[in-house]
Every structure is written in C-alpha cells, then in structure tokens.
C-alpha cells in the first residue's frame, strides 16, 4: 500500500473551512484515497473516500490532484466539534487493511 | 442498531494473564478487523476476518490469536498478557465489495487494557 504524509497538527478558526492536505506520491492508479477522523480516543470514525473524482458529501469535501499524488481534504465550515486527529489512507480495494498513519491533529478554535 | 459493540470497556490484567475480548456487530458486514493503538500512535491491525470462516494476520499479529464465532462475532483472545499489549482496542467492520466501492469501516467504542 501506497504510504501518505500529513503534516503533524493543524489550527482552524470555527466558521472557517479546514483544508487538511495529504501527499500519497506513490498511489497506483487502483488504490483509493480515505480519510477517517478519531475524536478524543473515541473509534474513528469514515468521513469520505474518492478515487480520481472529487467528492462532496455531507461531512466534507474531497479533492484529488489530477496526478493523484496528493488531496486535500476541506471541512466547509468548522465546528469545535470537528477537533480530532484526521487520517488519510490509501486503500486498494478489495484489500481488507487499512494502514492508519499518525494523522493530523486538527484544533478547531473559538 | 448499536452498530459494533465491544466488552469490557475497561481491562486490568497481570502479566501471564489470559483474557478474551469479544467484539459483535449488528450490521450483517462480512468482514471484521482487530487493531491496536498505543497511546500518541495511529491504529495498527492486529487480525482479520475477511468473512465467516476465515481469518487473516495483520500487522501486529504476535501474542493474540482470534476466532470468527458467527458472522456477527469475532473475539481477540490474549494467551498470556505481557506489558507490551497495554493499549487501547478497537474492533471494526465492513462490507467490502470485490467489484469496487466502499471499505468503511465501522469501528467499536474500544476496550483499554492495562497489564501490569
């Protein structure tokens, strides 16, 4: 599986959109790009995946480079419940096992 | 739905302890999955359930063995618990389509395991 990098921690003012990057350069062109967030030592929890295509659901938008080599995660409007630690996988599908990485800690602030 | 449950939440154990933690979902997913995670650290997958009737070693595998009961049920069993498997475990389910498409995982509440 193709390994990720995510910068350590991140702050967002609430109201303000989060745009949570990952670089993923050495994706293969069937692995798909996930990204989960665990709040306070709780399970983690799916927010989104995409494989070329962005994505928009109601939690969040994706946004994958042309090249795939690396995505942005946004989360349109912050919340102080959106403080978590976020992970962004690369999944090759039917693969069974995801790799969770350290993730970016991200603080919300009033 | 309660989703994917797991007991006990809460574990204290000696060293040379044996104990099983059990893990059940309500969602009919066909496969399951057991991870760690140390404190400050990302999850790690301990074994897998790809579905009923089989299991798979992930990437800590070493000291646990586990059994895929039922299709709702898979439990973790510790044989003889040294300080090292002091974590937190999360059980998880999916439903994962050959063809393509989702692998959400659904992750369980977690057990916190101390061994002394």
């Known amino acids: 599986d193709a390994k990720t990098t995510q910068p350590p921690s991140m702050d967002c003012a609430e109201g303000r959109a989060a745009n949570l990057p990952c670089n993923h350069s050495t994706i293969s062109g069937n692995e798909y790009v996930y990204w989960y967030r665990q709040i306070h030592s709780q399970g983690p929890q799916y927010i989104i995946h995409g494989l070329k295509n962005n994505e928009t659901n109601e939690m969040a938008s994706l946004i994958i480079t042309e090249d795939r080599k690396s995505s942005t995660l946004i989360l349109p409007h912050a919340t102080l419940r959106d403080t978590a630690v976020y992970y962004c996988i690369v999944n090759l599908i039917p693969d069974y096992k995801l790799s969770f990485g350290a993730g970016t800690t991200v603080t919300v602030r009033a | 739905n309660a989703g994917v449950t797991q007991t006990p939440k809460f574990q204290v154990l000696k060293t040379g302890q044996s104990m099983t933690l059990q893990c059940a979902q309500d969602?009919?997913?066909?496969?399951m999955y057991w991870y760690r995670q140390d404190p400050g650290m990302g999850l790690r997958l301990i074994y897998y359930s790809a579905s009923e009737g089989t299991t798979d070693k992930g990437e800590v595998p070493n000291g646990y063995n586990v059994s895929r009961l039922n299709k709702r049920e898979f439990s973790l069993r510790l044989e003889s618990a040294a300080p090292s498997q002091t974590s937190v475990y999360f059980c998880?389910?999916?439903?994962?389509?050959?063809?393509?498409?989702?692998?959400?995982?659904?992750f369980g509440p977690g057990t916190r395991l101390t061994v002394l």
């Open positions: 998880a389910s999916s439903e994962v389509w050959a063809s393509g498409g989702d692998n959400e995982q659904f």
């Open positions: 969602m009919n997913h066909n496969s």
